[in-house]
C-alpha cells in the first residue's frame, strides 16, 4: 500500500529516458503515464510514440468496457475464437462523433445511419441526410480509359441481380474532352447483360450500343424480334404523343399523335390543331370529329362546311 494515510504526497516513477513513466497526483486524484499533469483520472501521454495503449493475452476476449454503477454499458472487445472485433453500447447504438456532433451511427437494427439520428425503417441498412443536397461519391483511382464504377444489386449473397455501371471512355488524366457512359445490367436466366445505356452524348439507348439515325437518335429501343412501345393510360383519358418547339404556349403542342380512349378515336394535330382522325368505327375524318351522316366511311369537310 502507497500512502495508505491518504496526505498529499504525490507519487512517481521514472524510466529509462521518460521522468513521468507513471505519476500520480494525490490532490487530484489522477493518474497519468508520461505526464506529471493528467488532465483526466487516466492520462496518456505518449509524444511521439506509436501503439499508445496495447491490450495482449492470451485469451479469448480482449478489450475493455465502460461501466455504470456495475452495469456494462460499452464495451470493445476481440474475439479470438472468431477473430473478430465487436464494439457496442448497452443501448445498440453505435455513435461516431466529430467536433462535438453526431456525425454517423449504427443504430440497434443494423443500420447505418449518415447525418441523422433516426431510421426510416428497419430494412434500410444505409441511410444518408443532408440538410440542403445529399451526394454519395464513387470513385476510381485509376484514371486511364475503360474504368468501372459499379454499384450492384444483389437479390441473393454474392449473386448480382443488377447494376448500374459508370465507364470511361477516355484516360481522365491527360484529355481535356473526357468522357464517361452509363450503364444498366439486369440477370435473365443466369445472364448478367446491358439492358440500357446513356452514353457520353446524353442519348438513351435501351436494348441496343448504337444509336439510330442521327435526326432521331435521342431515344434508341432495339430488340432482335418484336419491337415497340407501349402508352398507357386511363379508359376515358388521352395517350399523346407531343411534337414541340417550345416550352410554353401552342408552340408545347404544335403537333400531336393523340389517341381518345373516351372515343377510341386516333387523332392527327398540326399546328396546334385537329386535322383528321379514324374514329371507333374505322371512318376517316378530314376536317371534321364527328360522322355527319350518310354512311361515307371517308368524309371530308372544307372550311366553308362543304
Do not use: W
Not at 143 to 149: G, L, R, T, Y
Amino acid at each position: 500500500t502507497v500512502n495508505e494515510d491518504g496526505a498529499d504526497v504525490d507519487f512517481r516513477v521514472e524510466g529509462d529516458t521518460d521522468a513521468n513513466l507513471l505519476f500520480v497526483d494525490a490532490s487530484a486524484d489522477k493518474v497519468g503515464i508520461g505526464t506529471s499533469s493528467p488532465s483526466s483520472l487516466f492520462n496518456v501521454d505518449a509524444g511521439s510514440a506509436n501503439n499508445q495503449i496495447e491490450i495482449d493475452g492470451t485469451g479469448r476476449y480482449r478489450g475493455f468496457e465502460i461501466h455504470e454503477g456495475g452495469t456494462r454499458k460499452a464495451y470493445f472487445q476481440h474475439d479470438a475464437t472468431d477473430n473478430k472485433a465487436m464494439l457496442n453500447t448497452a443501448e445498440g447504438i453505435l455513435a461516431f462523433a466529430s467536433g462535438d456532433t453526431e456525425r454517423m451511427r449504427l443504430d440497434s437494427s443494423g443500420n447505418l445511419l449518415i447525418g441523422s439520428t433516426s431510421s426510416i425503417g428497419a430494412n434500410y441498412k444505409l441511410q444518408a441526410y443532408h440538410a440542403t443536397d445529399c451526394r454519395m461519391y464513387l470513385a476510381n483511382t485509376t484514371a486511364a480509359s475503360s474504368q468501372d464504377v459499379n454499384l450492384q444489386f444483389a437479390p441473393a449473397n454474392s449473386v448480382t441481380g443488377a447494376s448500374i455501371t459508370c465507364t470511361s471512355e477516355e484516360d481522365f488524366s491527360t484529355s481535356a474532352n473526357r468522357t464517361a457512359r452509363l450503364t444498366f445490367q439486369t440477370r435473365k436466366d443466369g445472364t448478367l447483360a446491358e439492358r440500357m445505356r446513356i452514353d457520353s452524348n446524353g442519348r438513351l439507348l435501351i436494348g441496343t450500343t448504337t444509336e439510330g439515325h442521327s435526326n432521331a437518335d435521342d431515344l434508341t429501343v432495339n430488340n432482335s424480334a418484336n419491337c415497340g412501345i407501349t402508352i398507357r393510360s386511363g379508359s376515358s383519358s388521352d395517350g399523346n404523343i407531343f411534337f414541340s418547339d417550345d416550352t410554353s404556349g401552342n408552340g408545347e403542342t404544335r403537333g400531336v399523335v393523340k389517341y381518345k380512349h373516351a372515343d377510341d378515336a386516333l387523332v392527327f394535330n398540326s399546328n396546334g390543331n385537329e386535322r383528321f382522325r379514324l374514329d371507333s368505327s374505322g371512318r376517316f375524318l378530314l376536317g371534321v370529329n364527328s360522322d355527319i351522316g350518310y354512311g361515307f366511311r371517308s368524309q371530308l369537310v372544307g372550311t366553308d362546311g362543304n
